[in-house]
Each structure stands twice: as C-alpha cells, then as structure tokens.
T-cell receptor, first 113, second 114 residues
Framework: EPEVTQTPSHQVTQMGQEVILRCVPI?????FYWYRQILGQKVEFLVS????????KSEIFDDQFSVERPDGSNFTLKIRSTKLEDSAMYFC???????????FGEGSRLTVL | AQSVTQPDIHITVSEGASLELRCNYS??????LFWYVQSPGQGLQLLLK??????LVQGIKGFEAEFKRSQSSFNLRKPSVHWSDAAEYFC????????????FGGGTRVLVKP
C-alpha cells in the first residue's frame, strides 16, 4: 500500500540552527500538508501546498518556516532558526483527491536544545 | 471556521468493556469527519472516516462511529475493548471547501485496565 514517508524520524538540534524535514508524499497526490504536534498537545495545521505554492498557512507558520517541493518527489519543511518551542512532532500528509482522505507519515520528532 | 471538541481528556475502561469517545464539531457545511489513533511516540493511524451516506461507519480494529447532524457529533464506539486499544484518539473535521485541511480535537487518552 502506498505511504507517505518522512525523514529523519528524530532530529536533535541546537537553538538557532536551521532544520529541514523531508517528506515523500504518495506519488499521484497533488495536495500536501504539514502539521505539528507539541508533546501532549493536539495536532495543529501548519501549511498546505498545491501546484508549487502555499495554498493556506496558519498563524504558527511565520517567516521562520518555509516549504518547498525541490523535485518531483520530495516536499520539505524548513525552519530557518529553530527555537525551543519548535520542539514537536512534525507530520507530513498528502491528499487523495478522489476520496478526500489525508494520508499521514509517521512523523519527524524535532528536539531543540 | 472549523472546530472540534473532545470533552473527555482521559477515559479509563476495563478490558472487555465497551468504549465510547465523544466528539463534537462546528462547521457551517457538511463536514468530512475522521477518527485517528496514536500510540505513544507513533504516527496517526486512520480508524474510520465519514464523507456522506450511511451515518454509521465501520472502521478498523472493530471501531465504529455514528454521525449525528442534529447533534453535530461523531462519537466513536467499540463494543469490547482490548488492552492494545490503549492509546490517544483524535477526532478531526475537514471539508473540500476548506482545502481538505483537517482540524483536530484535543484528543482523548484511553487507559485499559486488566
């Protein structure tokens, strides 16, 4: 069964460093999303992406964040200068247009020290 | 704007007993509704979804949920809980009009007593 894959599964970084989280969405999907879950809290929408541009972003998605689809398969989330409060699990998802179902990856845990 | 409320933060249930998790949503149009399960440190696994049609939907692992438009609810049920059902459960609402963006509830942590 096709799946969304994310790398790395866990990354530890120092505050102020840049981080890139990578996602490979399901191959024929066109809409992509990033969500964030701070430990013990609910899953929050960050950004949606379609046709090589952001279609919607939340208040969380400030200038420190950016997304890119650098090639035909990868979808990346970059945090330019990490803060302690960026520590969270980040989930990538892609959308099956026919069914309207989002498929989530296993997540990338980011720990900022 | 979409919103989801899961009134119960924690639920403890005995193994073999029935389980019901509550979910109330707010959305102006017909929503898509989902239940996800998350084991500690793991990703989100889809249990079931409602898009249209029959309001009682069956999912994986013996779970079912019922969409009640009049109550804006989408409660999740399981007749007999297994120890492996201990996890956190998230209800989510989405809609094509909202770009299929999902809004999640705060989650309900289920503990299963032997």
């Amino acid at each position: 069964e096709p799946e969304v894959t994310q790398t790395p599964s866990h990354q530890v970084t120092q505050m102020g460093q840049e981080v890139i989280l990578r996602c490979v969405p399901i191959s024929n999907h066109l809409y992509f999303y990033w969500y964030r879950q701070i430990l013990g809290q609910k899953v929050e929408f960050l950004v949606s992406f379609y046709n090589n541009e952001i279609s919607e972003k939340s208040e969380i998605f400030d200038d420190q964040f950016s997304v890119e689809r650098p090639d035909g398969s990868n979808f990346t989330l970059k945090i330019r200068s990490t803060k302690l409060e960026d520590s969270a699990m980040y989930f990538c998802a892609s959308l099956a247009m026919v069914t309207g179902e989002l498929f989530f990856g296993e997540g990338s845990r980011l720990t900022v020290l | 704007a979409q919103s989801v409320t899961q009134p119960d933060i924690h639920i403890t249930v005995s193994e073999g007993a029935s389980l019901e998790l509550r979910c109330n949503y707010s959305y102006g149009a017909t929503p898509y509704l989902f239940w996800y399960v998350q084991s500690p440190g793991q990703g989100l696994q889809l249990l079931l979804k409602y898009f249209s049609g029959d309001t009682l939907v069956q999912g994986i692992k013996g779970f079912e949920a019922e969409f009640k438009r009049s109550q804006s609810s989408f409660n999740l049920r399981k007749p007999s809980v297994h120890w492996s059902d201990a996890a956190e459960y998230f209800c989510a609402v989405g809609a094509r009009a909202a770009g299929n963006k999902l809004t999640f509830g705060g989650g309900t942590r289920v503990l299963v007593k032997p």
